[in-house]
């Protein structure tokens, strides 16, 4: 009897587990597991929208691929922007969070404010940057011209649009970069600080004996996301090369846009999936790079 | 000696805050001189020196924006498109997360490996197929196409997971059960009480997302009716990007909901926020 009726229950309770799974998977399997696949089998494909044959060619969106100017470029682009902006942030972000694991009033102050520009969205904020960087009228070349610098054509000069990028895109990240750093040093014990100044140690030494070394998960997570995120960029180079004043397509074409022209300009999907799939390898490619670099470091403890 | 060296540490920590706030001036900044602008007559606009704050301050701007362009409409259809996503998400991420971390069930990692995994494949690498898949589907220009995409988030299933696994009891599910009560009565009387803070901060997390989508409307939303504020304010930099005034008022208007949220809930948002690694 009783037997049987624990049976009933785990089979009860059973069902509910997949009837509870059940919507949130399809939507999963439907928004993200197919698409994937889709989009790798895309990229085999000749697909045009607006042809009615779609044939199978093997690997000739990716050879078509390596011999694209504008994918070169776009590839080139993306990579110095990201590599820049990366470690533009990160190089900010660790001093920073330094002085702000203190807590005090003003350090929440800072937080606060040093934050704000990671929850406001993307396109207001490209847009008082597109002002900001105006040749005639922007702040920025008022600020320069204070100091005696002559103006900068900030985004229409290809040599200077895609710093111009660069400048915004750390400017936009290092508060996230920052709280990660400041959840990190908080979570070090304060032992071993007081360890080390006991045996004479002074900051500068602590921080790079111990903090820094002790912060290297942190340090691998935020450059492994930061570099995801900056791969992707798109928005901001959206609304930068568009209307009057803006930056020349080709200075500051990333492969995201290059994606969307692509697919949506030209209806080349098949050709675009293929460089979707790149894009996705690119980064995969760098995380495992990156977490081998952490794991190989002869520091590390076991 | 003793006192000389004080004294440096002194004059430290004071550089330090003067690069600190020289630091915090840059990064607001961007945000102050929309707010300005938006404003200022134009006359003021085109003033060479520039001048910061507005002389003559108006509304012109903003309610010039709101007569070119419908930017009521667009920020209707954002609080809408977020609102949607927002509800979708808590209850998934609940019912996902209190599945994944209490019931053992056949398939259980697997399910829950293939979630992660492809949470690090970036959305703008299968939007495209995702894209077409919404074509065959007739949904290209709707809402629900627009929504489709952010009614889960993995990291929200991770998070309410992480949360009800480490602080919700399993004997306390127990005793409910010897009660006589369901599962779906546990999960809803027992689990979600315990869950206020983790399901508020996946909440805002994807109202923060889904107010700034972007790329994904800019695919699939032709019709101006189904525009949200991002996709609006590009179309109207598209035809109007000469008047500045106008533009800065519509980013004004973007922006202002994310900063009431943010200024509210500041503590929390930081502090979750590094907590989970959620962007």
């Known amino acids: 009897m009783t037997a049987a009726r624990r049976f009933l229950t785990k089979r009860r309770v ?34 045009n929208l607006l ?32 590599f820049s902006t990366v470690i533009l942030s990160t190089a900010i972000a660790l001093p920073l969070a330094v002085f702000l694991a203190r807590r005090s009033r003003l350090s929440a102050f800072y937080q606060t404010i040093y934050f704000l520009p990671v929850i406001t969205p993307m396109v207001p904020v490209s847009i008082a940057w597109k002002w900001i960087y105006d040749y005639n009228y922007g702040i920025l070349n008022y600020g320069l011209g204070l100091v005696g610098i002559k103006s900068v054509a900030w985004l229409s000069d290809p040599d200077t649009a895609l710093w111009a990028l660069v400048i915004m895109g750390v400017w936009k990240v290092l508060g996230y970069n920052m709280v990660l750093f400041l959840v990190g040093i908080r979570n070090i014990p304060a032992m071993y600080l007081e360890a080390a100044s006991l045996d004479g140690a002074n900051a500068w030494q602590r921080f790079w004996r111990v903090t820094f070394p002790l912060l ?47 697919g949506f300009q030209f209806f080349r999907f098949g050709y675009a999936a293929a460089e979707a799939v790149t894009l996705t390898l690119i980064v995969l490619g760098l995380t495992v790079i990156q977490f081998s670099l952490a794991r190989n470091d002869p520091t590390r403890e076991k | 000696m003793k006192r000389r060296s004080k004294l440096l540490g002194r004059i430290g920590v004071l550089a330090v805050h003067c690069v600190l706030m020289a630091g915090a001036l840059v990064m607001v900044m961007p945000m102050l001189w929309m707010l300005a602008t938006a404003f200022k007559p134009a006359p003021e606009i085109a003033l060479w020196p520039p001048v910061f704050l507005p002389v003559a301050p108006t509304f012109d701007n903003f309610t010039g924006a709101f007569e070119t362009a419908p930017f009521g409409r667009f920020f209707l259809n954002s609080l809408f498109i977020a609102g949607v996503g927002t509800l979708s998400v808590i209850v998934t991420s609940l019912v996902a997360g209190t599945v994944f971390a209490k019931y053992r069930f056949p398939g259980r990692g697997l399910l829950f490996g293939m979630v992660i995994a492809t949470a690090i494949v970036p959305f703008e690498a299968y939007m495209i197929p ?30 309410m997971r992480q949360h009800v696994g480490s602080a919700i009891p399993g004997e306390l599910m127990e005793a409910a059960r010897v009660d006589g009560a369901g599962e779906w009565w546990i999960m809803a009387r027992v689990i979600a009480p315990l869950s206020g803070n983790a399901l508020a901060a996946v909440g805002i997390f994807s109202f923060i997302q889904g107010w700034g989508i972007f790329i994904w409307p800019l695919l699939i939303a032709n019709d101006q009716m189904l525009f949200n504020m991002e996709l609006g304010l ?46």
């Not at chain 1, 919507?23 to 494909?45: E, K, M, N, Q, T």
């Not at chain 2, 290209?140 to 998070?159: D, E, K, R, V």
């Open chain 1, 51 to 82: 042809s009615p044959a779609k044939p199978f060619v093997g690997l000739q969106n990716y050879e078509l691929l390596m011999q694209d100017e504008n994918f070169h470029l776009a590839l080139y682009n993306t990579t110095l922007y990201s």
């Open chain 2, 234 to 279: 590009t179309a109207f930099q598209f035809r109007f990007s000469a008047d500045t005034g106008k533009l800065m008022a519509g980013s004004v208007v973007s922006t202002a909901p994310m900063l009431v949220v943010f200024l509210l809930l500041r503590r929390r948002i930081i502090e979750n926020m590094a907590l989970t690694g959620i962007k």
């Open chain 2, 130 to 159: 995702l894209y077409l898949q919404l074509v065959q589907i007739e949904w290209i220009n709707t809402y629900q196409g627009i929504i489709l995409p952010y009614l889960f988030m993995a990291f929200g299933i991770f998070l």
């Open chain 1, 14 to 47: 059973l069902l509910f587990c997949y009837i509870a799974l059940a919507p949130v998977l399809a939507l999963f399997l439907y928004v993200r597991v197919i698409p994937i696949g889709f989009g790798v089998w895309l990229s085999f494909h000749k697909w």
């Open chain 1, 216 to 262: 290297r998960p942190i340090l691998l997570y935020v450059l492994v996301t930061s570099t995801i995120n900056a791969y992707n960029v798109f928005t901001q180079v959206y609304v930068m090369t568009l209307g009057s004043q803006a930056a020349p397509g080709q200075a500051v074409r990333m492969l995201v846009f290059d994606i969307y022209t692509n």
